[in-house]
Nanobody, 125 residues
Framework: QVQLVESGGGLVQAGGSLRLSCAAT????????AGWFRQAPGKEREFAAA????????ICADSVKGRFTISRDNAKNTVYLQMNSLKPEDTAVYYC??????????????????WGQGTQVTVSS
């Protein structure tokens, strides 16, 4: 089975940066699309960014476009989320997810079969 472990979260001031990592074990990720989702307390989970298995295609939510960058290093079985110009509204638990997909990416959480435990990101104003 695929296991995903997020890391890199923490407390940062508004305008700062964080880089989240999602390390996979169990099998290689080259044929798995990956995504980042986030959930703030009392709110629904929302899509942040996704990347195809090859890394050639990425999509970002409008709320993070221009500030967040998703990337992957398949040789290391790791997906990254570089977060710049962080805002207080970015505060949430961030989850890494993966799904079997060679070419397509998805913004829908229910499409993803594998999920990490989440890492907390807190942005102070």
């Amino acid at each position: 089975q695929v296991q995903l472990v997020e890391s890199g979260g923490g407390l940062v001031q508004a305008g700062g940066s964080l880089r989240l990592s999602c390390a996979a074990t169990g099998r290689t990720l080259s044929n798995y699309a990956a995504g980042w989702f986030r959930q703030a307390p009392g709110k629904e989970r929302e899509f942040a960014a996704a990347i195809s298995g090859s890394g050639s295609t990425t999509i970002c939510a409008d709320s993070v476009k221009g500030r967040f960058t998703i990337s992957r290093d398949n040789a290391k079985n790791t997906v990254y989320l570089q977060m710049n110009s962080l805002k207080p509204e970015d505060t949430a638990v961030y989850y890494c997810a993966a799904r079997r997909s060679t070419f397509e990416v998805s913004t829908v959480g229910n499409d993803y079969a594998y999920w990490g435990q989440g890492t907390q990101v807190t942005v102070s104003s």
